[in-house]
């Protein structure tokens, strides 16, 4: 079966400008999380859902940044007005469950705002 | 809050040789899963191995395996054998065991860069 897909992969922005990331989980995953990860460093945690709630926003860093998976597949990580510092790889990684042990990672989409 | 320490950023190994990668943490949490992921280049995160925190018996699949020390928060991975597709960057992680907000999410380490020399 198919895997994690995310779209773009790349995306350039201009300062200030809105961008949109999308996550196709792994079908049949309830659990779907967003990560962050910067240039040489580690992924840093940013959202989860059960289905379509969205049960933790903590890692969120500001609230230019909004997710939504409204009908508990498809996810989309919206960043408004984007500054530099936003520039990073996103992760989208699915499970089947909160409590599974194994989190399936997407390709990631790169962001660079210029 | 925990935190996931990788203090080796890059390390180099000769092909079919054995190499550890370290891994330390910080935790008040008595259960929990350590894992160890890697990227290749291509940027896809695939896990290699996991370990439970309950488990004493260190957790091995194949050329990989792990020597976890609970007491000393000691989580580090060998590779056996080492072949030139080990080559990738390796991502130590942290899950707690519990329940509830702020239970699910892995904490990562910073990672290492293994290159293999042919």
């Known amino acids: 079966g198919a895997g994690v897909s995310q779209s773009p992969r790349y995306k350039v922005a201009k300062r200030g400008q809105d961008v949109a990331l999308r996550c196709d989980p792994i079908s049949g995953h309830v659990s779907l999380f967003w990560y962050q990860q910067a240039l040489g460093q580690g992924p840093e945690f940013l959202t989860y859902f059960q289905n379509e709630a969205q049960l933790d926003k903590s890692g969120l860093p500001s609230d230019r940044f909004f997710a939504e998976r409204p009908e508990g597949s498809v996810s989309t990580l919206k960043i408004q007005r984007t500054q530099q510092e936003d520039s990073a790889v996103y992760l989208c990684?699915?499970?089947?469950?909160?409590?599974?042990?194994?989190?399936?990672f997407g390709p990631g989409t790169r962001l660079t705002v210029t | 809050a925990q935190t996931v320490t990788q203090s080796q950023p890059e390390m180099s190994v000769q092909e079919a040789e054995t190499v550890t990668l370290s891994c330390t943490y910080d935790t008040s949490e008595s259960d929990y899963y350590l894992f160890w992921y890697k990227q290749p280049p291509s940027r896809q995160m695939i896990l290699v191995i996991r370990q439970e925190a309950y488990k004493q018996q260190n957790a091995t699949e194949n050329r990989f395996s792990v020597n976890f020390q609970k007491a000393a928060k000691s989580f580090s991975l060998k590779i056996s054998d080492s072949q030139l597709g080990d080559a990738a960057m390796y991502f130590c992680a942290y899950r707690s065991a519990s329940s509830g907000a702020g239970s699910y999410q892995l904490t990562f380490g910073k990672g290492t860069k293994l290159s293999v020399i042919p």
């Open positions: 990684a699915s499970s089947y469950g909160l409590l599974s042990y194994e989190q399936y």
